[in-house]
């Protein structure tokens, strides 16, 4: 009833009523409370020949000729390509449009450009409240249903949260107090397409993210956090890629770099597994397939944290330490490794000096390379447990990205990716329209 009260084609408000102007100014109202439209007159609502509804609107005196990048009012240039529309939110089961001027004007430093209009972001063909909605269903619901509820394609989903995300930005200091940093890279894309992620280990945010996985990446970052903040940043904690360590260590001079336990520990393990694969094919070109058969069932109890064996792996641990010593002795290194971050401090310095000293003569070629490894980083190393750093927040900000990619079945751009994760992960997200 109220949207039929409101519908009279081609009157305007004041017109309606019987001249009423109290009771066209409640309409008035009605409508623009209906569609989230702030400093914006509503002139006239009318059906479309397609069953819409058209609402004709212009800003509010204050609101016009201003440009949309720096918000200066500006001179007027021309009448741009006439009226133009913004899909609104719809109004039940009725798709709703705003229909308004869109000329141009001329901004001494943007040059020409249409005029900005309070309802609606630049360049974008949605009204704010619709572009909000997306982003937050974006968040937190998955594509099918935001494309069916919104009638909108996903590619325009893409393209709505890197507007919002980039609006949202412009409002806030994702840097200001940024004393402990992570730095990681995540694979959003097959053949090799990769994001550079930053997270503040104090909150666990999103800070910042960039398609790349190389030094120039990293030097955009600090780039654009400038000197001072870069002086002010204390710990970070990366893998040992020099692409990450040298930069960092170069524009941030005060910070401690720690390197990461889950890498060094996934650096014993891959060391153990290269010996597994070794004996593994040593036992086939001498034709003894039962080992080789046995050595490739043993992987997982080869991997697996010693607390976490079945009775099944025990065995088969047993079985390897009774006939194949070197093996057993590359399992033993691997695990020992792990035992440095689950003891203090003072006793995890002393058994990385034991560690070292056992690789080396160990006579185990992966092992060895390992020890030279963390030999030539080992202030890195310590630094992680002496200082209890590791790359778990950023690991959890990696899985959560993966999710977003699984949900949204994959993106078309990394520009996306990155918006949406600076949505969700980085606290951007705007409220649903009205909450």
């Not at 063909?125 to 937050?136: I, K, L, M, N, P």
């Not at 994001?195 to 780039?223: C, I, M, P, S």
């Not at 001072?228 to 260590?249: F, K, L, M």
């Not at 079945?409 to 951007?428: E, K, Q, R, T």
Request: aromatic share 8%; hydrophobic share 40%.
């Amino acid at each position: 009833m109220l949207l039929r009260s409101l519908i009279v084609e081609g009157q305007k408000p004041w017109e309606r009523n019987g001249g009423d102007v109290r009771k066209a100014s409640v309409g008035v109202r009605a409508w623009a409370r209906l569609l989230g439209l702030e400093k914006t007159v509503v002139e006239a609502v009318e059906p479309d020949s397609d069953g819409a509804i058209v609402v004709s609107v212009r800003p509010r005196f204050g609101q016009r000729d201003r440009c949309p990048h720096c918000r200066r009012r500006c001179p007027g240039y021309d009448q741009g390509d006439g009226r133009r529309r913004w899909r609104a939110l719809d109004l039940g089961t009725t798709p709703c449009y705003v229909e308004a001027d869109a000329p141009r004007v001329a901004c001494k430093v943007h040059e020409v450009v249409v005029a900005a209009v309070p309802w609606a972001r630049h360049d974008a063909g949605f009204t704010r409240s619709f572009e909000d909605q997306v982003a937050w269903l974006t968040v937190n619901t998955s594509k099918t249903a935001i494309c069916h509820l919104m009638r909108i394609a996903w590619r325009t989903v893409g393209r709505i949260c890197k507007r919002v995300s980039a609006e949202a930005k412009q409002g806030r200091d994702l840097f200001a107090g940024l004393t402990t940093l992570g730095f990681d890279e995540i694979s959003v894309r097959k053949g090799q397409k990769y994001l550079t992620v930053v997270v503040d280990h104090h909150t666990g945010r999103l800070v910042w993210a960039a398609y790349g996985r190389d030094r120039r990446t990293v030097e955009k970052f600090l780039d654009l956090l400038g000197k001072e903040r870069c002086a002010q940043i204390e710990y970070v904690s990366c893998d040992d890629a020099e692409w990450i360590t040298r930069p960092v260590a170069e524009r941030c001079p005060d910070a401690v770099i720690a390197l990461d336990p889950f890498h060094i520990v996934k650096a014993a393990t891959d060391a153990l597994d290269e010996i597994r694969r070794e004996i593994w094919n040593e036992a086939r070109r001498a034709g003894n397939k039962q080992l080789a058969k046995d050595l490739k069932g043993a992987r997982f109890a080869l991997w697996k944290n010693a607390e976490n064996l079945t009775d099944r792996q025990q065995q088969k641990l047993s079985s390897i330490q009774q006939t194949n010593q070197r093996l057993y002795r590359a399992y033993l290194l691997a695990q020992q490794l792990r035992q440095i971050y689950r003891v203090t401090p003072s006793d995890g310095l002393e058994l990385l000096e034991a560690w070292l000293k056992w690789a080396r003569r160990s006579r185990l070629e992966p092992f060895r390379r390992l020890a030279r490894r963390i030999t030539q980083q080992r202030a890195r190393v310590e630094a992680a447990f002496t200082n209890n750093l590791s790359n778990a927040r950023v690991e959890q900000i990696n899985t959560q990205i993966r999710l977003i990619i699984r949900r949204g079945f994959g993106y078309h751009s990394p520009d996306a990716v990155i918006a949406l994760a600076m949505l969700s992960l980085g606290g951007l997200c705007p409220p649903l329209p009205g909450r």
